[in-house]
T-cell receptor
């Protein structure tokens, strides 16, 4: 069965610090990869996604993620975080071409950015 | 365009009672998913509808959970009778793409269920 690991459950940063959240998945085939974000009091929103092509994908609000196939990783990065980035971040994968489209999520990383 | 909506936003019930959650997907989206997040755990898949048909219900915990999508529009998820371990946040998501090659799921705000 597929699984997703997010290495950091809680991250605390000061504004302007750089961010990298780790995500590794276990699945031998081709996958689609996603990062979702849930801001306090809001619903899950898509931050960015990777289907194919350039392994460095850019999302909203200055976030980017890099797919490294050999490492089964899809780490999320932002060069300079803001207080408004305080949220919970979820990595998710779905296998392609299997007929089953369910998302498999990691446990989430809570990011707190102090002003 | 309206997003995925869910009702109610919160529900507090006693063990043994019945609760029905509703999800309205984005208009035109054939795929509808239910997920659940128990406190401290990951968001887990429950089931997937394509229009009114259940495509995958491998994540349904047990037969106390019943999901329907009559007419292929909104969906309901009924828990009967509810148990303490059913507490959590129930998310609904919808998507338009077929075939699963490049599908993006859009999530609703979730329903927080607390079983006492």
């Amino acid at each position: 069965a597929q699984s997703v690991s997010q290495h950091n459950h809680h991250v605390i940063l000061s504004e302007a610090a750089s961010l990298e959240l780790g995500c590794n998945y276990s699945y031998g085939g081709t996958v689609n990869l996603f990062w979702y974000v849930q801001y306090p009091g809001q619903h899950l929103q898509l931050l960015l996604k990777y289907f194919s092509g350039d392994p460095l994908v850019k999302g909203i609000k200055g976030f980017e993620a890099e797919f490294i196939k050999s490492k089964f990783s899809f780490n999320l990065r932002k060069p300079s975080v803001q207080w408004s980035d305080t949220a919970e971040y979820f990595c998710a994968v779905t296998p392609r071409n299997t007929g089953f489209q369910k998302l498999v999520f990691g446990t989430g990383t809570r990011l707190l950015v102090s002003p | 365009e309206a997003g995925v909506t869910q009702f109610p936003s919160h529900s507090v019930i006693e063990k043994g009672q019945t609760v029905t959650l509703r999800c309205d997907p984005i208009s035109g989206h054939d795929n509808l998913y239910w997920y659940r997040r128990v406190m401290g755990k990951e968001i887990k898949f429950l089931l997937h509808f394509v229009k009114e048909s259940k495509q995958d219900e491998s994540g349904m915990p047990n037969n106390r959970f019943l999901a329907e999508r009559t007419g292929g529009t909104y969906s309901t998820l009924k828990v009967q009778p509810a148990e303490l371990e059913d507490s959590g946040v129930y998310f609904c998501a919808s998507s338009q793409e077929r075939g699963g090659t490049q599908e993006t799921q859009y999530f609703g705000p979730g329903t927080r269920l607390l079983v006492l």
